[in-house]
């Protein structure tokens, strides 16, 4: 939704080979999208590890993001929800 992703053109257009990422299942949805990640995908951010998990609910792309580290693999993850708690629409 635009609430989400409505800056990534414009970030895009200010950060030459910025990476604007999103669920595989957000069809033309995400301005500005670079690649698209598959449940269980894991991408390297520097240090980070992103794992994106889909959880179709609010919307049919909606995923959380899992967030650990490739230098302290036994540390604690985080995890960026976004919209999930929604079913189907808002609130």
């Given at each position: ?12 257009r ?6 604007v ?30 794992t ?20 302290a ?11 999930t ?6 609130g």
């Amino acid at each position: 939704h635009f609430d989400h992703s409505g800056g990534n053109a414009t970030f895009a257009r200010e950060v030459p080979g910025l990476r604007v990422v999103a669920s595989d299942r957000e069809r033309g949805r995400v301005p500005a999208l670079t690649e698209r990640l598959a449940d269980e995908q894991t991408i390297a951010v520097g240090r980070l590890l992103v794992t994106a998990h889909s959880v179709p609910g609010h919307t049919l792309g909606s995923a959380v993001f899992q967030i650990s580290s490739s230098a302290a693999p036994a540390a604690p993850h985080a995890a960026f929800t976004g919209d999930t708690l929604f079913c189907g629409g808002c609130g």
